[in-house]
């Protein structure tokens, strides 16, 4: 079965040529996912991230669980990515997996500069698109947003790739 797995999807580590490189990627996402689940163990993580999740139509429901338990609940679910990538190092369907779960976590972390009121301020007459330090936090995640697109792409067999050519 691993030999199958081998030969359907990749991983960076395995790779050649410019396809190499991308393990990079792989071990600095690692080292992010890694910080932010141990600041969610914090209770200033905890308030901070507390207006992000109480205006989202995404993971609003992680209030039930209180203040500290939905920040534990995000910060193991950041343990657990970081550990798939990790684990991605040698099974490419792991890869897969963990990339295609930093894609949904910064997603919906990306959302949140949507769903939090006061976040941006849009005008046409001043600043078009200005926003606070909350915003300003946010924007990041376009970029890690990215980083794990081109990780579950380099992750997916060639046939899914292909496509989207």
């Not at 030999?3 to 040529?17: C, K, M, S």
């Not at 209770?43 to 991230?49: C, H, N, R």
């Not at 507390?50 to 209030?63: E, G, R």
């Not at 040698?90 to 910064?106: D, E, K, W």
């Amino acid at each position: 079965m691993n030999e199958l797995a081998r030969a359907t999807f990749h991983i960076a580590e395995d790779g050649a040529g410019s396809y190499r490189p991308l393990a990079i990627l792989r071990w600095v996402m690692v080292v992010i996912f890694v910080s932010f689940g141990m600041q969610k163990f914090t209770l200033q993580s905890a308030q901070g991230i507390a207006q992000f999740i109480s205006n989202s139509p995404f993971v609003s429901w992680l209030s039930i669980f209180g203040l500290r338990g939905e920040a534990y609940v995000l910060g193991v679910t950041e343990f657990v990515i970081a550990a798939l990538l990790v684990a991605g190092a040698f099974s490419p369907i792991l890869s897969a997996l963990g990339s295609l779960m930093g894609v949904v976590t910064f997603a919906v972390t990306w959302s949140f500069f949507f769903t939090t009121p006061g976040v941006v301020t849009w005008s046409i007459s001043t600043d078009p698109m200005a926003w606070n330090l909350a915003g300003e936090f946010l924007f990041k995640d376009i970029v890690l947003f990215c980083v794990c697109v081109v990780l579950l792409l380099a992750s997916l067999p060639q046939v899914i790739t292909r496509l989207r050519c």
